[in-house]
């Protein structure tokens, strides 16, 4: 069970508008600390694809944008294309545990 | 550009002693505005963060409560590297480990080892 919940699985079609969730709580998400999130493609280690809630490291397109509200944030990409098909994982700080938490991860499938 | 190439066996024994190793290219493990982690990967446990080492004037570590009773991460500044020893390993501990950089730009995991997939078996 990860302290921060995500749904198992997502989908759209190559164009649409998806989003991820990631819940945490007040030790966490909802204590203000950081959400970052990263893209696993099939067989290699995760990249990071969204820092500080919402910014971009260099060479990640701007179809990917990140929000945050109360204890949860989320993940949003348009404009979807069959190479965004991967596993999606939130990360945080979390107080209670003093340490860094993931996500269980949420697998996005291009229809 | 950065890269962190990590090496170690693939196979331990009940009880034994993992031992990883990442090499550190394009940084340095003695940065300032670095930090220097383990987290693995495994069907049962997701993605765990495992511990770091990092220096700011003197060494800093710091380890997961699952963990810390059998952790050790060392950096070793003369061969610009950093290493995971997980002691009394059981088959839980079968997974993916990957060395990461934690950087003061990002305060993010902005750059991941290859991966190294480790069994717990007999």
């Known amino acids: 069970q990860s302290v921060l919940t995500q749904p198992p699985s997502v989908s759209g079609a190559p164009g649409q508008r998806v989003t991820i969730s990631c819940t945490g709580s007040s030790s966490n998400i909802g204590a203000r600390f950081d959400v970052h999130w990263y893209q696993q493609l099939p067989g290699t280690a995760p990249k990071l694809l969204i820092y500080?809630?919402?910014n971009r490291p260099s060479g990640v397109p701007d179809r990917f944008s990140g929000s945050k509200s109360g204890a949860s944030a989320s993940l949003a990409i348009t404009g979807l294309q069959s190479e965004d098909e991967a596993d999606y994982y939130c990360?945080?700080?979390?107080?209670?545990?003093?340490?860094?938490?993931f996500g269980g991860g949420t697998k996005l499938t291009v229809l | 550009q950065v890269h962190l190439q990590q090496s170690g066996p693939g196979l331990v024994k009940p009880s034994q002693t993992l031992s990883l190793t990442c090499a550190i290219s394009g940084d340095s493990v003695s940065s300032n505005t670095a930090a220097w982690n383990w987290i693995r990967q495994s069907p049962s446990r997701g993605l765990e963060w495992l511990g770091r080492?990092?220096?700011?004037?003197?060494?800093?570590?710091g380890y997961a409560v699952s963990v810390k009773s059998r952790i050790n991460i060392n950096p070793d500044t003369s061969k610009n590297q950093f290493s995971l020893q997980l002691s009394s390993v059981t088959p839980e501990d079968t997974a993916v480990y990957y060395c990461t950089r934690d950087h003061d730009d990002f305060n993010a995991f902005d750059i991941w080892g290859q991966g190294t997939m480790v069994t717990v078996s007999s």
């Open positions: 500080h809630y919402n």
């Open positions: 990360q945080s700080y979390d107080s209670s545990l003093s340490g860094w938490v």
């Open positions: 080492t990092y220096y700011r004037s003197k060494w800093y570590n």
